[in-house]
Nanobody
Framework: VQLQASGGGLVQTGGSLRLSCVAS????????MGWFRQAPGKDREFVAS????????AYADSVKGRFTVSRDSSKNMWYLRMNSLRPEDTAVYFC??????????????WGQGTLVTVSS
């Protein structure tokens, strides 16, 4: 099983980015698909996820209304659209596949991370 995240970069405050994650060796319909992030010196934290059917999504309060998850099951890919970015969104973002919505310990498969830097 491999997950590959991409799409990070440097953006100004208020800007947007879209992160992508492609899975190989696993069908995304069989897992909770999530996004997490880890800022320097901080623990990895939940950002967003959607359930196996893709019909239910969950977001951290800090990103609700600004970030949107979506997926393309035909391509085994899912995405994180990030709008109105803030400096505090700066982190390495990870995609993950697991069995629970918000607890990183319950995600079995992880991508390598992609760095998002938001300048003020």
């Amino acid at each position: 099983v491999q997950l590959q995240a991409s799409g990070g970069g440097l953006v100004q405050t208020g800007g947007s980015l879209r992160l992508s994650c492609v899975a190989s060796g696993v069908a995304i319909n069989n897992y909770i698909m999530g996004w997490f992030r880890q800022a320097p010196g901080k623990d990895r934290e939940f950002v967003a996820s959607f359930d196996r059917s893709g019909g239910s999504t969950a977001y951290a309060d800090s990103v609700k209304g600004r970030f949107t998850v979506s997926r393309d099951s035909s391509k085994n890919m899912w995405y994180l659209r990030m709008n109105s970015l803030r400096p505090e969104d700066t982190a390495v973002y990870f995609c993950a596949a697991g069995s629970s919505g918000r607890d990183p310990d319950l995600y079995q498969h992880w991508g390598q991370g992609t760095l998002v830097t938001v300048s003020s």
